[in-house]
Antibody
Framework: QLQLQESGPGLVKPSETLSLTCTVS??????????WGWIRQPPGKGLEWIGS???????YYNPSLKSRITISVDTSKNQFSLKLTSVTAADTAVYYC????????????WGQGALVTVSS | QSALTQPASVSGSPGQSITISCTGT?????????VSWYQQHPGKAPKLMIY???NRPSGVSNRFSGSKSGNTASLTISGLQAEDEADYYC??????????FGGGTKLTVL
């Protein structure tokens, strides 16, 4: 059964870059059938789609975050990554990675999530 | 890309049925049959409960059902059980070719 696991620093300073990696196991990230996405959830708040990447490297970003986001894929490591620049306290959230068949399709499964706190 | 509108909270007694609404526009919910619903228990990742408006993934109880009318999608849970107490989020594909989530609804089982 496909599993996803987020990893990265749990604390990032304001104005710096948040970097997270999602490792995919029991399945290939190179599958032509799937997109790989990032979603975040500030404490006590709702879900926000950040962006997704196709195995080929084509990326799709939330317009509200587009200027600060880079999502990349490393097929040799079966991983995909998120970089969010110029972070502020508003970027404090649990960050989830997930898979979907297309941008129209539901996100399933999800990783367990990684809390990233932006603070000096 | 505005979030879809959900009620902040709903409640019901065990055995009853409840419905959670998700209101968007013709550019998202009303324009496509790509509405999903997720269940999230505290401290856990969201779990897919309904996709493409009314389809249930394998393993999801048939007590969960989805529908859509115009710009509003709905999730109905029948025969409420204590384990259904959770946050529920809707999501829709949009005319911007991206997904958008609702603000979430807290379900309390009385």
């Amino acid at each position: 059964q496909l599993q996803l696991q987020e990893s990265g620093p749990g604390l990032v300073k304001p104005s710096e870059t948040l970097s997270l990696t999602c490792t995919v196991s029991s399945g290939s990230i190179s599958s032509t059938a799937y997109y790989w996405g990032w979603i975040r959830q500030p404490p006590g708040k709702g879900l926000e789609w950040i962006g997704s990447i196709y195995y080929s490297g084509n990326t799709y970003y939330n317009p509200s975050l587009k200027s600060r986001i880079t999502i990349s894929v490393d097929t040799s490591k079966n991983q995909f990554s998120l970089k969010l620049t110029s972070v502020t306290a508003a970027d404090t959230a649990v960050y989830y990675c997930a898979r979907h068949s297309s941008l129209r399709s539901p996100l399933d499964p999800w990783g367990q999530g990684a809390l990233v706190t932006v603070s000096s | 890309q505005s979030a879809l509108t959900q009620p902040a909270s709903v409640s019901g007694s065990p055995g009853q049925s409840i419905t959670i609404s998700c209101t968007g526009t013709s550019s998202d919910v009303g324009g496509y049959n790509y509405v999903s619903w997720y269940q999230q228990h505290p401290g856990k990742a969201p779990k897919l409960m309904i996709y493409d408006v009314s389809n249930r993934p394998s393993g999801v109880s048939n007590r969960f059902s989805g529908s859509k009318s115009g710009n509003t999608a709905s999730l109905t849970i029948s025969g409420l059980q204590a384990e259904d107490e959770a946050d529920y989020y809707c999501s829709s594909y949009t005319s911007s070719s991206t997904p958008v989530f609702g603000g979430g609804t807290k379900l309390t089982v009385l």
